[in-house]
């Protein structure tokens, strides 16, 4: 909002405003203050409203029923604090984004939607002290439901160039850069740019540490690059929400994965850093890296009152919502692999689950004493901190890997 009446202020009434208003790295320091401040100067406000409403945290015995007697003492500590990350993070949203971005668009609808998902699969299970909530082909569906407009809207020229109104809502413009000679070019050196449709760059899959993309646009593979979209987003999801087990290991996890996207994104909004990294320039998208910065002061301001021993929890409300917004921005910027390895942890943690349902179904044994496998090594004797501490410290060298990818391709 604040950027586009400073744009307005301009061009309307000529009333002239520092320009540094206008670039993308202040906006983004300031959209991750802004939700910093929020997070920490609301949160007592915020926790004693939740109290109110006490309720075990009865999900930890879903996947584990031996942690009932070691959990014991969270009982009282109340949840749905992811609705005090996503209110920052929107009111970052509306002060520092475009608001004529498609990103924009794009980044409310899912933080209201999957938001507003979680919150009901958090007030149902505090209504009825269980662990059940929603049905869980409910929230597939409507996760699904994301994943799929934003397949649809990538893939589908008509339907982007119909959400285009005027001068809001264009689809964004991406283009490849080529190197204008085999030596690596200077930062204002020449370049060439080739413009690719937004569909066929849609349906490319980029690997790490590799140039060129697999591409999925003929044929039947268009539907192959609309399937992987929404599981993509599904899986980042899912995956968010059943790492958040143990305190601050979800939200500390987040800050590493959003960090590392949010460079990647703004990267890509520079003509000349990304000609020389080798990856496409996507028009606009430091949108989407302003947006990441108020994801991650969002998440350090929630860990101030969610760290060990935690005043409040994320609940369904902030890991459904934050990690499909990791999920779309991953799909916005064709980082999907990436993300994979960056968020390690969440498919560690998901993949145990997996495979433990597996084992149990078919052999009746366990392979893990417990799930997510968190609990496996808290069950094992390690102390909830140095399990979120070792995890953390997993995720940032596989934040530093993913890193890695951007100079060896």
Same mark, same amino acid.
């Given at each position: 909002m604040i950027f586009y009446l400073i744009n307005w202020f301009q061009t309307s009434l000529g009333i002239k405003f520092p320009v540094a208003f206008q670039n993308y790295s202040t906006r983004m320091t300031l959209a991750a203050m802004t939700a910093?401040?929020?997070?920490?100067?609301?949160?007592?406000?915020?926790?004693?409203? $939740?109290?109110?409403?006490?309720?075990?945290?009865?999900?930890?015995?879903? =996947?584990?029923?031996?942690?009932?007697e070691l959990h014991a003492k969270k009982k009282e500590t109340p949840t749905m604090g992811g609705a005090l990350i996503l209110i920052a993070m929107l009111i970052s949203l509306f002060l520092w984004m475009d608001l004529r971005s498609i990103f924009t668009l794009i980044f409310f609808i899912t933080t209201v939607t999957l938001g507003l998902l979680g919150a009901r699969d958090d007030y149902l299970k505090m209504k009825y002290k269980n662990s059940k909530g929603l049905?869980?082909?409910?929230?597939?569906?409507?996760?699904?439901?994301?994943?799929? *407009? +934003?397949?649809?809207? +990538?893939?589908?020229?008509?339907?982007?160039?119909?959400?285009?109104?005027?001068?809001?809502?264009?689809? #964004?413009?991406?283009?490849?850069?080529? &190197?204008?000679?085999?030596?690596?070019?200077?930062?204002?050196?020449?370049?060439?740019?080739?413009?690719?449709? *937004?569909?066929?760059?849609?349906?490319?899959? =980029?690997i790490p540490f590799f140039k060129e993309p697999i591409h999925l646009l003929t044929g039947g593979l268009l539907l192959l690059a609309g399937a992987f979209i929404i599981f993509v987003v599904v899986g980042t999801s899912n995956s968010v929400n059943l790492t958040d087990g143990l305190d601050g290991l979800?939200?500390?996890?987040?800050?590493? $994965?959003?960090?590392?996207?949010? *460079?990647?994104?703004?990267?890509?909004?520079?003509?000349? *850093?990304?000609? =020389?990294?080798?990856?496409?320039?996507?028009?606009?998208?430091?949108?989407?890296?302003?947006?990441?910065?108020?994801?991650?002061?969002?998440?350090?301001?929630?860990l101030w009152y969610n760290g060990y021993p935690a005043q409040v929890f994320m609940g369904d409300t902030g890991s459904l919502a934050l990690g499909g917004i990791i999920g779309v921005a991953a799909v916005l910027l064709k980082r999907e692999l990436l993300l994979g390895i960056i968020g390690g942890v969440f498919v560690m943690?998901?993949?145990?689950?997996? +495979?433990?349902?597996?084992?149990?179904?078919?052999?009746? &044994?366990?392979?893990?004493?417990?799930?997510?496998?968190?609990?496996?090594?808290? =069950?094992?004797?390690? #102390?909830e901190t140095k399990v979120v501490i070792r995890f953390w410290i997993i995720g940032l060298l596989l934040a530093l890997v993913g890193l890695a990818s951007l100079k060896f391709q």
């Open positions: 910093l401040l929020i997070t920490i100067f609301l949160g007592p406000w915020f926790i004693k409203k $939740v109290y109110r409403i006490k309720n075990e945290q009865s999900e930890l015995t879903e =996947y584990c029923p031996q942690l009932a049905n869980r082909k409910q929230k597939l569906c409507i996760q699904g439901m994301i994943g799929l *407009l +934003l397949a649809i809207y +990538l893939l589908v020229p008509a339907a982007n160039q119909g959400i285009a109104q005027g001068e809001w809502f264009h689809p #964004p413009v991406i283009k490849e850069v080529v &190197k204008a000679s085999t030596e690596e070019p200077k930062v204002h050196g020449a370049t060439s740019l080739t413009q690719v449709p *937004l569909q066929e760059f849609a349906s490319r899959i =980029y979800a939200a500390g996890c987040l800050i590493l $994965v959003a960090s590392c996207l949010t *460079l990647f994104a703004f990267l890509s909004n520079h003509v000349q *850093l990304a000609s =020389y990294l080798n990856i496409a320039y996507i028009e606009g998208s430091g949108e989407i890296a302003i947006y990441l910065s108020a994801f991650v002061g969002a998440c350090i301001g929630f943690e998901t993949v145990s689950v997996i +495979l433990q349902i597996w084992s149990f179904q078919t052999r009746q &044994k366990r392979i893990f004493l417990c799930t997510p496998i968190h609990h496996h090594f808290e =069950y094992k004797g390690w #102390p």
